[in-house]
């Protein structure tokens, strides 16, 4: 190949000869003029810059490409560090040029590096002793051959003061797979602690555990549910034959339709009873299967006997619902506003553990609530469900539970005494957990516990179809004066 009647060798003999004088090949701007040598960095980073070997100027007349002849690693003499009192960093040398995506020439000594106690003139936590090299895994817990050598051992806590509490661990094939925080109140109704773990006083959503409280607001207002009724409206029913019909039976009897409902349609929570409606010819989701039917059936009566719209019940400033924030604020010795809203469209009540295992001691202190706790008592199945945690529990104890959506369950025993636990990774399963494990560490289990309780106190990990591990309790609950293991 020719370039402007020359050879392409002979042509980069000569653009290589008059590269000085930005010529070639006989053309003026064939050939761009060198470039002008690179600063790299800031100008903070350039002020900051050691002076070079000897304080002289690299000859510009070398060899080198003009970047290198400017760049102080490729010096003739390696550089002495610069004394790092006068170094704009905190913990170590200047660096020579803002590269990030290099390292530097001169790295650091470990001590220096940014972090580490020992370059910072202060003694590392725990004493001058304290950093000593890492010990090695115990040997029982390595398993080369694949065989299985139990758990791996947890993280250490966190410290004293506020912090997550572990609630429960997931063990799979030996190995903790996941771990949730949570915290757990026990209190009598004038608020004092027999004994609470994690952030008691840490705010969240009170959900679907409202609903005996709700309930009862309903009832006085002028609801006049039947026991059956009322327990139901208490609860988050799974959508079986027996819930729907009583929801309806709040309705008709007072003349009133279902389309007045507000909650959003959905379909049973129970499977079995979800697939026979399909079986029967059902192909929409209605708003009377929805969990919380019960509990706005029983707002649309006490506000039709109050004569209140039926149409904005489930507003914040309805009288029904300004009504319920006064009791529950009251029963819990804990303001429930500004409320936010739930997921069937009622207001949401604050809470915290606290509060919570106030509230629910409650039930059985104020003589106004006791055929609240008497219903949700007789009639478990009607409060949750086949399935539910809640009506686990209630057929278990001498009491009564709720759940409520994102984690949070209470419970209120005979004794006096109102429990609280709230999953912060909002695991339903995980606050079962932590309640079982609650009641039994505070001795209110009974001895045909595990006959009820089947595996909600430790649900199975399945893997393939079959067990493979379990999920764990992990709770310390904490007393005056001691420490209770849940």
Not at 176 to 203: F, K, M, N, Q, Y
Not at 247 to 253: G, K, N
């Amino acid at each position: 190949m020719r370039v402007c009647g020359e050879s392409r060798r002979s042509w980069h003999r000569r653009a290589a000869s008059s590269a000085g004088h930005g010529r070639g090949c006989g053309g003026p701007d064939l050939l761009l003029p060198p470039a002008a040598p690179r600063t790299y960095g800031s100008a903070r980073f350039r002020a900051a810059s050691p002076p070079r070997p000897g304080g002289a100027e690299p000859d510009r007349g070398s060899s080198r490409h003009p970047r290198q002849r400017d760049d102080p690693r490729f010096s003739a003499k390696p550089e002495a560090h610069r004394d790092h009192a006068s170094s704009p960093f905190q913990n170590g040398p200047t660096p020579h040029r803002q590269d990030h995506g290099r390292r530097s020439a001169h790295p650091a000594p470990r001590a220096h590096r940014r972090g580490d106690p020992r370059g910072s003139g202060q003694a590392p936590p725990g004493g001058e002793g304290a950093l000593q090299p890492a010990q090695a895994a115990p040997h029982g817990h390595r398993c080369p051959s694949g065989r299985d050598r139990g758990p791996i051992p947890e993280p250490a806590g966190r410290g004293d003061g506020p912090q997550l509490t572990r609630l429960a661990a997931q063990v799979r094939s030996g190995l903790t797979e996941t771990l949730h925080d949570g915290a757990v109140a026990v209190c009598r109704p004038d608020g004092t602690l027999i004994a609470w773990s994690g952030e008691i006083d840490r705010p969240f959503f009170l959900r679907s555990s409202a609903k005996p409280f709700q309930a009862f607001v309903s009832q006085t207002l002028g609801a006049d549910l039947a026991p059956t009724e009322l327990a139901v409206a208490c609860g988050s029913h799974r959508g079986e034959p027996v819930h729907v019909t009583l929801v309806e039976a709040i309705l008709e009897r007072r003349g009133l339709d279902s389309s007045l409902l507000r909650c959003p349609p959905d379909w049973p929570l129970h499977r079995g009873a979800a697939l026979r409606l399909v079986r029967f010819g059902e192909s929409k989701p209605r708003r009377l299967w929805h969990n919380c039917s019960g509990k706005h059936a029983a707002f649309l009566v006490a506000s039709a006997s109050r004569g209140w719209p039926t149409e904005g019940y489930l507003e914040p400033d309805h009288p029904l619902q300004t009504e319920v924030v006064a009791v529950v604020s009251e029963l819990s010795r804990h303001d429930a506003s500004p409320v936010g809203v739930d997921g069937c469209g009622a207001p949401v009540l604050r809470t915290t553990a606290r509060a919570m295992a106030t509230l629910f001691a409650q039930l059985t202190a104020v003589p106004e609530l006791r055929p609240i706790l008497q219903v949700m008592h007789r009639y478990p199945a009607l409060v949750g469900g086949t399935g539910a945690g809640d009506t686990a529990i209630a057929v278990t104890v001498n009491g009564v539970a709720k759940a409520g959506a994102q984690g949070c369950l209470g419970v209120a025993l005979e004794e006096g005494i109102g429990l609280a636990v709230k999953s912060w990774d909002g695991l339903s399963q995980v606050a079962t957990v932590g309640a079982v494990a609650d009641l039994e560490a505070l001795g209110r289990l009974p001895a045909t516990a595990e006959s009820h309780l089947g595996t909600y106190a430790r649900p199975p990990v399945l893997g393939g179809g079959r067990p493979v591990g379990e999920l764990i309790p992990r709770l310390r609950l904490r007393s005056p004066g001691r420490e209770i293991s849940g």
